[in-house]
Structure formats: structure tokens, C-alpha cells
């Protein structure tokens, strides 16, 4: 419980002022005074002092009943009140269920009100909604029992969304409630339930990107991108992930981060590297040693990187993407060796033994017999990052003279 002793007299005192600030929010219509209301998990001063004074005094249903300026808000206030004073004693499943109960009846009242003046209010309810839930599935899970208090909040969000998709002017709430729906469905790994909402966002004729928040443009740009890395998509996560790269707050550093984590494994596998410089300014030094790799040729140092930051590239989902620069480190190793063989022996520099590369392999430590070089060599030629064709009998690469190795030119290597 909270420092110092209050008397019943403050217990009262502080609800009722908590009542009108409630009332006069909603009559003036004032959103940013409303949102602040509800923003319990805030940790605020007055929010704190408000559950102290809710557990001294016991009586606060009856005082908004008994007035008809707040019982018309009976719906929204109880369950809010519950909420705070639970969420005060650390009962995060009770303060979840009591303001899902809130946040319900709000909705209701929020369909009701013509003008879009409580967007705000309904943002911090959204986000408020996430984060309880989330804490509540921790309690739970601790006691042994199931989360799921995150997926409930997932319905939620969905009738918050529906209320938001109509005309008029609070459509511009939609992308910020789909923005929480995206954290919730990547929380729960349940990132399949995205398509619905990105299909109301970007085929409904309501909806015109450019004119919501830049913040809620960055952030749908973001997870979208993150969901194109996923479905191997590459062109359309470097165009996503590049919009949310270009838009973002520069003083925001750690979100520029986290769009770089996802930017960067795409815009290698379509063949830009990173400068080092931008790699140590936002403590990306994972990719050091891949770009590394790749300027190299340096197949042993490409597994080197993924193995020591596996754990890392796992957990963002960018393993797969990053493993498949094999092939660009094998086509950067064949360009080596044929510069090599063009100062020795400019006449023959276009064909390549494939015993030279069997021992280049070797000198990297990996064991590789002729067939499986072949194997690899003839990949290369398919995905046509190499331009030539084999000679089986005497085991030769024979490159094209006309430019043996394409550039990727930002397109992914199996396209």
C-alpha cells in the first residue's frame, strides 16, 4: 500500500474531484484530459492517489449513482475504479478483466459521439488494454495457469478497429489500433491474423494512407515490412521497411534501430551493403562480420557470424534471409579466383577448374568434394548471379566473356 495514512474526508474528496475532471472532459470534449484519466498504467501521482483513496473509502459506487451527471457514465466509471484499485494491489488479472469491462462500455459511448474529439482517449485505452493484458498473462502464467488474457484484448482491438473503419473523420484511428493489433498478434506469434487488417487498410477505398499520423504511418510501414521479411517478400520489405526508415523521428534512436535490424538483412540479400560506420552508430555490429563475408568471399566467416549470433537472428526472424547469402559469398569467391586468373594467365582467366575451387574451399577449412563444387556452381549459373556453362568432361567452368557476374541491382537472388 501507499506511504501515509488518508482520512475517509481526502478518500472522498479526491473520487469526487476524479468524477468531475471525468465529467468535464467528456462535456468539453476534451480528449487529452480524458486520455489522461484512463492512462493507468501511467503510474501517475494522481491516478495512484486516486486507487489509494478508492480502497479507504469502499462507497464509490454509490456516489456516482446517486448523481445523474456521472451515473450516466456508470458503465464506463465502476469498472474503471475496479480497475484502478486492483491494479493498485497487484491483482493484474482482476484490474485486466475490470478494465476490458471499461473499455467495452467506452466503445459503446464512443459510436454514439459524432465528432472523432476522443481519438486520443480511445489510443490510451487501446495501448492501456495491450499492456494489462500482457501483465495479467504473466500473473497467470506464474500461477501455473493459462495466458490469455492477450488474446481476449486481440478481440477487442478487433471491435475497436470495425468501430474505427467506417467514413468519416475517425477513420484516421485505424492504423493507430492496427499498429497495437500488429504487437499483439507478434507477441502471440499468431502473425497470420494480420492479413485481415492490412487487407481493410490498404484495399478499402476509405482509406487514404497519406493522411494519417506519420507515427502510425512509421509503425504499420514497420510491422508490414517485418511481415514481407517473412514471407521471403524482399522487394516489398526493403520498399515498406524503407518508408518507415525514411519517415522516422531521427531523434528516436532506438526505433531506428529496430528498423534498421530488419532493413539491413533485406537490403543484403537484394545486394546493398551497409556502410561499417552505420553499423557502429546504431550498435549493429552482428552484420559486421556477414558484410565482411561477403566483401571477402569468406564463406567461413559467414558461418562464423550466424553461429556466434544465432540465438540474436533466431529471435528477429532474420536467420533464414541471412543463411541464403551463401550463394552471394560463393559468386564473390568465384570472382576472386577469376581476377586471380586473369593477372596469371589472362588468355585462359574464363575457365575455371573446379579442383582451383575445391582448394580455395580447403584453405577456408571446408571440405568440399568436386561434385558437391559442381552442384553449387551450377546454382549460381540457374539463379544467374554466374554467367557461363560447365564443361562436365574436363570439370571447367567456362564463363561468359560478356559480364560473368551480374549484379543483384536490388533484386533478390531467386526472382
Same mark, same amino acid.
Given at each position: 500500500?501507499?506511504?501515509?495514512?488518508?482520512?475517509?474526508?481526502?478518500?472522498?474528496?479526491?473520487?469526487?474531484?476524479?468524477?468531475?475532471?471525468?465529467?468535464?472532459?467528456? /462535456?468539453?470534449?476534451?480528449?487529452?484530459?480524458?486520455?489522461?484519466?484512463?492512462?493507468?498504467?501511467?503510474?501517475?501521482?494522481?491516478?495512484? /492517489?486516486?486507487?489509494?483513496?478508492?480502497?479507504?473509502?469502499?462507497?464509490?459506487?454509490?456516489?456516482?449513482?446517486?448523481?445523474?451527471?456521472?451515473?450516466?457514465?456508470?458503465?464506463?466509471?465502476?469498472?474503471?475504479?475496479?480497475?484502478?484499485?486492483?491494479?493498485?494491489?497487484?491483482?493484474?488479472?482482476?484490474?485486466?478483466?475490470?478494465?476490458?469491462?471499461?473499455?467495452?462500455?467506452?466503445?459503446?459511448?464512443?459510436?454514439?459521439?459524432?465528432?472523432?474529439?476522443?481519438?486520443?482517449?480511445?489510443?490510451?485505452?487501446?495501448?492501456?488494454?495491450?499492456?494489462?493484458?500482457?501483465?495479467?498473462?504473466?500473473?497467470?502464467?506464474?500461477?501455473?495457469?493459462?495466458?490469455?488474457?492477450?488474446?481476449?484484448?486481440? /478481440?477487442?482491438?478487433?471491435?475497436?478497429?470495425?468501430?474505427?473503419?467506417?467514413?468519416?473523420?475517425?477513420?484516421?484511428?485505424?492504423?493507430?489500433?492496427?499498429?497495437?493489433?500488429?504487437?499483439?498478434?507478434?507477441?502471440?506469434?499468431?502473425?497470420?491474423?494480420?492479413?485481415?487488417?492490412?487487407?481493410?487498410?490498404?484495399?478499402?477505398?476509405?482509406?487514404?494512407?497519406?493522411?494519417?499520423?506519420?507515427?502510425?504511418?512509421?509503425?504499420?510501414?514497420?510491422?508490414?515490412?517485418?511481415?514481407?521479411?517473412?514471407?521471403?517478400?524482399?522487394?516489398?520489405?526493403?520498399?515498406?521497411?524503407?518508408?518507415?526508415?525514411?519517415?522516422?523521428?531521427?531523434?528516436?534512436?532506438?526505433?531506428?534501430?529496430?528498423?534498421?535490424?530488419?532493413?539491413?538483412?533485406?537490403?543484403?540479400?537484394?545486394?546493398?551493403?551497409?556502410?561499417?560506420?552505420?553499423?557502429?552508430?546504431?550498435?549493429?555490429?552482428?552484420?559486421?562480420?556477414?558484410?565482411?563475408?561477403?566483401?571477402?568471399?569468406?564463406?567461413?566467416?559467414?558461418?562464423?557470424?550466424?553461429?556466434?549470433?544465432?540465438?540474436?537472428?533466431?529471435?528477429?526472424?532474420?536467420?533464414?534471409?541471412?543463411?541464403?547469402?551463401?550463394?552471394?559469398?560463393?559468386?564473390?569467391?568465384?570472382?576472386?579466383?577469376?581476377?586471380?586468373?586473369?593477372?596469371?594467365?589472362? /588468355?585462359?582467366?574464363?575457365?575455371?577448374?573446379?579442383?582451383?575451387?575445391?582448394k580455395a574451399m580447403k584453405w577456408l577449412e571446408i571440405d568440399m568434394d568436386v561434385d558437391e563444387v559442381e552442384c553449387i556452381m551450377s546454382i549460381l549459373i540457374y539463379k544467374n548471379l554466374v554467367k557461363g556453362y560447365f564443361?562436365?568432361?574436363?570439370?571447367?567452368?567456362?564463363?561468359?566473356?560478356?559480364?560473368?557476374?551480374?549484379?543483384?541491382?536490388?533484386?533478390?537472388?531467386?526472382?
Amino acid at each position: 500500500m501507499s506511504g501515509g495514512y488518508m482520512s475517509m474526508g481526502e478518500a472522498h474528496r479526491r473520487i469526487l474531484e476524479y468524477l468531475n475532471r471525468f465529467s468535464d472532459a467528456v /462535456s468539453s470534449q476534451d480528449g487529452k484530459s480524458l486520455s489522461r484519466l484512463l492512462s493507468i498504467s501511467s503510474d501517475s501521482h494522481h491516478l495512484l /492517489s486516486l486507487a489509494d483513496a478508492l480502497n479507504t473509502f469502499q462507497d464509490a459506487n454509490r456516489l456516482i449513482r446517486q448523481s445523474d451527471e456521472y451515473s450516466q457514465y456508470a458503465d464506463i466509471l465502476l469498472p474503471v475504479f475496479r480497475a484502478f484499485q486492483s491494479y493498485r494491489l497487484r491483482n493484474l488479472v482482476e484490474s485486466y478483466q475490470a478494465f476490458e469491462k471499461a473499455a467495452n462500455a467506452f466503445i459503446q459511448e464512443f459510436r454514439n459521439w459524432e465528432s472523432a474529439w476522443a481519438l486520443e482517449a480511445l489510443y490510451v485505452l487501446t495501448f492501456e488494454i495491450r499492456i494489462l493484458a500482457e501483465r495479467a498473462d504473466r500473473e497467470l502464467a506464474s500461477n501455473g495457469k493459462t495466458p490469455e488474457k492477450l488474446k481476449g484484448a486481440g /478481440s477487442l482491438l478487433m471491435k475497436v478497429f470495425s468501430t474505427l473503419a467506417g467514413k468519416g473523420p475517425k477513420r484516421v484511428g485505424a492504423l493507430h489500433v492496427t499498429c497495437q493489433l500488429f504487437k499483439i498478434y507478434f507477441k502471440l506469434g499468431t502473425v497470420h491474423l494480420c492479413r485481415s487488417v492490412i487487407r481493410s487498410i490498404e484495399t478499402a477505398r476509405i482509406f487514404d494512407f497519406e493522411e494519417f499520423p506519420v507515427r502510425d504511418k512509421v509503425t504499420y510501414m514497420y510491422y508490414t515490412g517485418r511481415l514481407e521479411v517473412y514471407n521471403e517478400n524482399f522487394p516489398a520489405a526493403d520498399q515498406k521497411l524503407s518508408y518507415a526508415l525514411t519517415h522516422c523521428d531521427l531523434r528516436k534512436e532506438a526505433n531506428l534501430r529496430m528498423i534498421l535490424k530488419y532493413l539491413i538483412p533485406v537490403k543484403l540479400s537484394i545486394g546493398i551493403l551497409p556502410k561499417a560506420l552505420l553499423l557502429e552508430n546504431y550498435n549493429l555490429n552482428e552484420y559486421s562480420n556477414i558484410v565482411l563475408a561477403l566483401k571477402r568471399g569468406d564463406l567461413r566467416l559467414l558461418r562464423h557470424a550466424l553461429l556466434e549470433h544465432e540465438d540474436r537472428f533466431l529471435r528477429s526472424g532474420v536467420y533464414l534471409v541471412l543463411e541464403k547469402l551463401e550463394l552471394q559469398v560463393y559468386q564473390r569467391l568465384l570472382k576472386k579466383i577469376h581476377i586471380i586468373q586473369k593477372q596469371k594467365d589472362p /588468355s585462359k582467366a574464363h575457365q575455371i577448374k573446379l579442383e582451383i575451387i575445391v582448394k580455395a574451399m580447403k584453405w577456408l577449412e571446408i571440405d568440399m568434394d568436386v561434385d558437391e563444387v559442381e552442384c553449387i556452381m551450377s546454382i549460381l549459373i540457374y539463379k544467374n548471379l554466374v554467367k557461363g556453362y560447365f564443361a562436365h568432361k574436363s570439370k571447367v567452368v567456362v564463363l561468359s566473356k560478356q559480364d560473368p557476374f551480374p549484379k543483384l541491382n536490388g533484386k533478390p537472388i531467386s526472382s
